[in-house]
């Protein structure tokens, strides 16, 4: 029996901005994307029994769902499909980051299998075959290919990578209580179709967001989902003002929430933050650049 381990890293958006609604019913957007150290963790194996076996400890309310709706799952049995391999597999999940808070646990854990599973299986495929397989389970799915810090752009899907920045310390934040789902930001945020937006106006905002974006200065922070999601739960408005006086240097709503985050001088005081924020979960971590990412990601095969 062969065997693979293989990290999930979260990540956070440093600046997200909302063009406006495409022709397809997705937005148009532009955003930074950077991974951190906060991470859930896989297991596969080679099984004798057929098809795919998936396990979740850690979250109870996605360990209750129909395991073909995970995209763990999904994304094992695209790849399965691909390769056109027969054999059994199982799977572990072990779940760290909070599911719907921004943070993209569930897309990082698809990349995870699909790239696990490749050394497990001891197949190759090309990277632009895995980058649209990935693709096909969610838009952000093909930048945790990758990691560290890319501009993504069109649905998010396409990816592109920036100039790494030095590693910095955050303090992550999830309110036990508040579940923001995708589509309901989207809805409150009353995007433009996209189509009435001049193609001058929306080049210019491509431009001056390129601009920040290999700027060599620190990122100035930003979300376009911010002021709409805080206007609903001004609990979250409430808790980066604690991470500010707390000593952040900056916060922001993670995408579209709930979680919201805050970046701190050093790892120690993002640490000691910990302790303004008793009834959530607190995450101390710090962002990984995408050769460390690269490094941590190399999963291991044990015969």
Not at 81 to 105: M, Y
Not at 237 to 256: F, T
Not at 270 to 284: E, K, S
């Amino acid at each position: 029996m062969s065997e693979v381990r293989i990290p999930a890293y979260a990540k956070i958006n440093l600046r997200l901005e909302v063009l406006g609604k495409r022709a397809d019913g997705y937005h148009e957007l532009r955003t930074i994307f950077q991974t951190i150290s906060l991470h859930d963790n896989l297991r596969l194996q080679t099984s004798r029994q057929p098809g795919i076996h998936l396990a979740i400890r850690g979250d109870d309310a996605l360990s209750l769902e129909a395991a073909e709706k995970n995209l763990v799952y999904r994304a094992i049995d695209a790849l399965r499909r691909e390769l056109k391999t027969r054999g059994g597999v199982g799977i572990e999940l072990e779940k760290n980051i909070p599911a719907g808070r921004g943070l993209g646990g569930g897309s990082s854990d698809a990349a995870a299998a699909l790239l696990g599973y490749l050394r497990l299986s001891r197949k190759k495929i090309e990277t632009q075959r895995l980058v649209e397989i990935a693709a096909g389970l969610g838009a952000d799915v093909p930048f945790f290919l990758f990691g560290g810090r890319a501009l993504g752009v069109s649905k998010g899907d396409e990816i592109y990578p920036l100039p790494e920045g030095s590693e910095r310390a955050l303090l992550v934040v999830s309110p036990k209580e508040i579940l923001v789902p995708t589509p309901d930001a989207y809805r409150w945020l009353h995007a433009p179709d996209l189509a009435s937006l001049t193609k001058s106006a929306a080049n210019h905002k491509l431009y001056e967001f390129c601009a920040l974006c290999w700027s060599t200065q620190e990122e100035s922070l930003s979300n376009d989902f911010e002021e709409a999601v805080f206007r609903r739960y001004p609990r979250l408005a409430q808790i980066k003002r604690v991470l500010l006086r707390e000593g952040a240097s900056e916060a922001l709503l993670a995408g579209s929430g709930s979680a919201v985050f805050g970046v701190f001088p050093s790892p120690a005081k993002a640490r000691r933050a910990v302790v303004g924020f008793p009834n959530d979960q607190a995450f101390a971590c710090v962002t990984i650049s995408r050769k460390r990412y690269e490094r941590l990601t190399k999963s291991v095969l044990v015969v």
